[in-house]
């Protein structure tokens, strides 16, 4: 079952009430990097290598972008805390769906901390003002989990 906003909002460090929906917690925009050369993926992680990112956009500095249709890497602006027993689960807020725009995203572990990254894809130009709230993070409560994430995306 989803964890309700009223105990979900506890996970995330909210920076106004607008963020706290009916089921879930709207992200705001924190950093957007443009991406640059290709990345490596292997099974071990040995050769994991991210690609390089260029800082095109920051809310604590900028007031808007105009980004012309590409993909992008968006730092969120609001830290999350995934508890020991739950999972987290991110969307784009249907707004940014309906500018022709989309978010690519994967699953927020048990024991995860930190200002999640996603796939920023834009299909038509937009222009994103500080702080926007982009996407919306809904908790699941976890059974049986296998241990809480201790990976290098951590940030304590
Ligand atoms: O779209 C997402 C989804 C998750 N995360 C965060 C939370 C998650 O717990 C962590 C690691 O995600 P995942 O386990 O999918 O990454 P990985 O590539 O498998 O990394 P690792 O090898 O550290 O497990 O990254 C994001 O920043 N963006």
Do not use: W
Request: aromatic fraction near 10%; include cysteine; proline fraction near 4%.
């Amino acid at each position: 079952m989803l964890i309700g906003a009223k105990i979900s909002k506890n996970f995330v460090k909210v920076k106004d009430n607008i963020q706290i929906q009916q089921c879930g917690i709207d992200l705001r925009v924190g950093k957007i990097y443009k991406i640059v050369g290709k990345g490596t993926i292997d099974f071990t992680n040995e050769k994991r290598k991210l690609p390089a990112y260029i800082e095109v956009f920051d809310s604590e500095k900028d007031v808007k972008i105009d980004l012309e249709p590409g993909v992008y890497i968006v730092k969120t602006a609001d830290k999350i805390k995934v508890p020991e027993n739950v999972a987290g689960f991110a969307y784009p807020r249907s707004s940014l769906l309906r500018m022709g725009a989309t978010l690519y995203t994967a699953v927020h572990d048990p024991g995860y901390e930190g200002y999640p990254a996603y796939l920023l894809h834009v299909l038509n130009p937009i222009t994103i003002y500080k702080h926007a709230r982009i996407a919306q993070i809904v908790f699941v409560e976890c059974r049986d989990v296998a241990g809480l994430y201790e990976g290098i995306y951590n940030e304590r």
